[in-house]
């Protein structure tokens, strides 16, 4: 079963450099290529299925290791629709959990979703991590895209992440999915201002068993810091995230919740929301949240978010 809990930490850098930069570690680099064995059949425990590593690679047919337990998922989740919109499940999950690279849909609003996919079709979210969804979005129908976020938010997010803190890390890099890996020859480096995320078991990881999640390496310090600019903003730095989504941060209306959201996934959007590459009418107030925020402050609040509960 799933069982994770802890968070992430920020680094201090002037917010200019923040929004100018896109740290790798947040924003997955090219893979390393890996050979794939396509014949074997291969399973996870507790699952009666099995695929071979194209078919769980498949972006329009992903592995659904447990169907029992989740609502049948509408065409748009399970398939996609050939050429360009690839099947939600495959970088998302049928669980909704979502992966390091992705994010974690469970649980929000279908409001927020439909919104995120406009702004996906529109040019209000860009980069290199959104390149993928404006195709996905660009393509997709309305019903479908519909479909789909009822699909999502009508499930229950999982604890799929545990933040530890740590002043050094297994020596990593980024493979399959844009997943990291530690390296086969082991050793470690030291940590630095930074958020590694590690599956809890690699093997079940490139299997996309949304049974098995992800350990978030973040440094020393990083949740209290989190905690002290989540809850009151840090002696006037931002706007305490409490006041919109929440005092248990699970969403209030159309905010989402943002309790338990992968700590890497955090940081990104709010790196995003600081450069610009996310906008529009919907990032009024975000942007002005954002402004002062260093690295060290979105890393930490990062941290403290992905320790919370779901």
Same mark, same amino acid.
């Given at each position: 079963m799933r069982h994770f809990i802890s968070i992430a930490l920020l680094a201090a850098m002037p917010a200019v450099a923040a929004a100018a930069d896109n740290p790798d570690w947040a924003y997955p680099v090219t893979p390393r290529p890996e050979p794939h064995d396509?014949?074997? $059949?291969? @399973? %996870?425990?507790?699952?009666?299925?099995?695929?071979?590593?194209? @078919?769980?690679?498949?972006?329009?047919?992903?592995?659904?290791?447990?169907?029992?337990?989740?609502p049948p998922m509408p065409p748009a989740v399970a398939q996609g629709t050939k050429p360009a919109a690839r099947a939600c499940a495959q970088c998302h999950l049928p669980s909704g959990d979502g992966h390091p690279e992705s994010s974690s849909l469970a649980g929000l609003p279908v409001r927020y979703l439909m919104q995120q996919m406009a702004a996906f079709k529109n040019g209000h979210r860009k980069? %290199?991590?959104?390149?993928?969804?404006?195709?996905i979005a660009q393509a997709i129908s309305d019903e479908d895209a519909l479909a789909a976020s009822g699909y999502f938010a009508s499930l229950k997010p999982g604890i799929f992440t545990k933040v530890v803190e740590t002043d050094t890390v297994p020596k990593s890099y980024v493979g399959a999915g844009g997943m990291r890996f530690a390296e086969p020859d082991g050793g470690k480096e030291p940590f630095g201002n930074r958020i590694i995320v590690l599956p809890q078991d690699e093997a079940r990881a490139k299997l996309r068993d949304p049974h098995s999640g992800f350990i978030d390496y973040v440094p020393v310090g990083s949740i209290e810091k989190g905690e002290a600019l989540v809850k009151t903003g840090g002696g006037g730095k931002t706007t305490p995230c409490i006041?919109?989504? =929440? +005092?248990? $941060?699970?969403? $209030? =209306?159309?905010?989402?919740?943002?309790? =338990?959201?992968?700590?890497?996934?955090?940081?990104? @959007?709010?790196?995003?929301? +600081?450069? =610009?590459?996310r906008s529009g009418d919907s990032m009024t107030l975000m942007k002005a949240v954002v402004e002062r925020l260093t690295l060290d402050d979105m890393i930490a609040i990062a941290a403290y978010l992905g320790s919370r509960e779901p």
């Open positions: 396509n014949l074997v $059949l291969k @399973q %996870v425990p507790g699952s009666d299925k099995a695929y071979t590593q194209a @078919q769980i690679d498949d972006p329009f047919n992903p592995p659904d290791w447990f169907p029992d337990e989740h980069g %290199v991590r959104a390149t993928t969804m404006v195709t006041m919109c989504h =929440g +005092q248990n $941060l699970k969403g $209030l =209306g159309d905010w989402p919740s943002i309790a =338990g959201r992968p700590p890497t996934y955090i940081v990104r @959007q709010l790196n995003d929301m +600081q450069s =610009g590459a």
